[in-house]
């Protein structure tokens, strides 16, 4: 460019070449800037980012406490610090290491869950001020972590931990998380033809059925549940952007085909808190539910790696008989 512009025959020419250099430069890093956000990770990322500055910003408009706002920018900030540190390629690559995590995330769920149940609220762990929903923050993962082939010998390590996450919830007497396991066992079962999938999904639902008598639907909290109908009452503005927030990370199910499990599961979660049997999953104070949509993006791969050839045409290359031609700027 420096050569080009040394040998223009006016000042005028020299600025419009100068000119389209600097809109072509600003057009490939805009490309390449939409290119990242295109991965199933980074896409993941941002829209859980987006809906927790939404329920944020609504919490803080409509008079939650201080606390709430800043508890869930602190859960967002180190769930997404911690995902960029965790070796997720690796875990999309290895089919054996995470159906051995989900065996260890059902592990712990159920020591905790036997650990804690004279408390009489076995599915929460207070770690200092900080409170967590163990179910909340490692089921999620687990479903997906699960979710490996059929004829695969990663497949015990995988039933094991679905099984032990299914006796923490009858432990806990969650009617609504076994009914969740369930659905999404089904639709597995479904897609891949596989028997052993629809016995747990069986087993899930009839454990849920057994524990339904002695379940009642928690005490609704402001700014915790139903978070979607409290801001409808303040405005029908505010409630359709936050309803569009919160299912804007759901995207991912429809852009990426290996990311379907992942919008079924957040899906449910979304629907089964609609009518307040859960919290609102990001948009509302709910730190566990913030720090587990992160963890389960660990188990998605990118459609390049599942694809190589996808997307990805070789480049032409280059003629080096004549220097590449300068779009200019087209200024006279």
Same mark, same amino acid.
């Given at each position: 460019?420096?050569?080009?512009?040394?040998?223009?025959?006016?000042?005028?020419?020299?600025?419009?070449?100068?000119?389209?250099?600097?809109?072509?430069?600003?057009?490939?890093?805009?490309?390449? @800037?939409?290119?990242? !956000?295109?991965?199933?990770?980074?896409?993941?990322? +941002? %829209?859980?980012?987006? =809906? &927790? /500055? #939404?329920?944020?910003?609504?919490?803080?408009?409509?008079?939650?406490?201080?606390?709430?706002?800043?508890?869930?920018?602190?859960?967002?900030?180190?769930?997404?610090?911690?995902?960029?540190?965790?070796?997720?390629?690796?875990?999309?690559?290895?089919?054996?290491?995470?159906?051995?995590?989900?065996?260890?995330?059902?592990?712990?769920?159920?020591?905790?869950?036997?650990?804690?149940?004279?408390?009489?609220?076995?599915?929460?762990?207070?770690?200092?001020?900080?409170?967590?929903?163990?179910?909340?923050?490692?089921?999620?993962?687990?479903?997906?972590?699960?979710?490996?082939?059929?004829?695969?010998?990663?497949?015990?390590?995988?039933?094991?931990?679905?099984?032990? @996450?299914?006796?923490? !919830?009858?432990?806990?007497?969650?009617?609504?998380? +076994? %009914?969740?396991?369930? =659905? &999404? /066992? #089904?639709?597995?079962?479904?897609?891949?033809?596989?028997?052993?999938?629809?016995?747990?999904?069986?087993?899930?639902?009839?454990?849920?059925?057994?524990?339904?008598?002695?379940?009642?639907?928690?005490?609704?909290?402001?700014?915790?549940?139903?978070?979607?109908?409290?801001?409808?009452?303040?405005?029908?503005?505010?409630?359709?952007?936050?309803?569009?927030?919160?299912?804007?990370?759901?995207?991912?199910?429809?852009?990426?085909?290996?990311?379907?499990?992942?919008?079924?599961?957040?899906?449910?979660?979304?629907?089964?808190?609609?009518?307040?049997?859960?919290?609102?999953?990001?948009?509302?104070?709910?730190?566990?539910?913030?720090?587990?949509?992160?963890?389960?993006?660990?188990?998605?791969?990118?459609?390049?790696?599942?694809?190589?050839?996808? %997307?990805?045409?070789? =480049?032409?290359?280059?003629?080096?008989?004549?220097?590449?031609?300068?779009?200019?700027?087209?200024?006279?």
């Amino acid at each position: 460019m420096q050569a080009e512009v040394a040998a223009a025959g006016s000042e005028r020419e020299a600025l419009s070449f100068a000119w389209g250099c600097l809109w072509a430069a600003l057009h490939h890093s805009f490309t390449a @800037a939409r290119g990242g !956000l295109a991965q199933v990770h980074h896409g993941g990322v +941002l %829209g859980c980012a987006v =809906a &927790v /500055l #939404a329920g944020c910003a609504f919490m803080h408009s409509a008079g939650a406490p201080g606390h709430y706002v800043w508890m869930n920018l602190l859960s967002m900030v180190f769930a997404v610090a911690t995902f960029y540190v965790l070796p997720h390629q690796r875990l999309q690559a290895d089919e054996l290491l995470r159906a051995r995590l989900a065996f260890a995330l059902g592990a712990m769920l159920l020591i905790a869950g036997v650990g804690l149940a004279h408390t009489g609220a076995s599915a929460w762990l207070r770690i200092g001020p900080v409170t967590l929903n163990l179910p909340w923050l490692l089921l999620p993962a687990l479903l997906l972590a699960s979710d490996v082939k059929p004829q695969s010998v990663a497949r015990s390590w995988a039933v094991g931990g679905l099984l032990m @996450a299914c006796a923490t !919830l009858v432990l806990q007497a969650d009617p609504v998380l +076994l %009914g969740l396991v369930a =659905a &999404v /066992l #089904a639709v597995r079962a479904s897609r891949q033809r596989d028997i052993t999938s629809a016995w747990l999904a069986l087993t899930a639902s009839g454990m849920a059925a057994c524990v339904a008598s002695a379940w009642q639907a928690p005490q609704a909290l402001a700014f915790v549940d139903q978070v979607i109908h409290r801001a409808f009452d303040q405005s029908e503005l505010a409630g359709l952007g936050l309803l569009l927030t919160q299912v804007l990370p759901l995207w991912l199910a429809l852009q990426h085909r290996q990311a379907r499990q992942h919008g079924l599961v957040w899906g449910l979660l979304v629907v089964l808190s609609l009518p307040g049997w859960l919290p609102s999953p990001l948009v509302g104070f709910a730190g566990s539910f913030i720090v587990g949509y992160v963890l389960s993006l660990m188990f998605l791969g990118n459609d390049s790696q599942l694809h190589p050839g996808a %997307g990805h045409r070789p =480049a032409a290359a280059p003629d080096r008989r004549a220097p590449p031609p300068w779009r200019r700027s087209g200024l006279t």
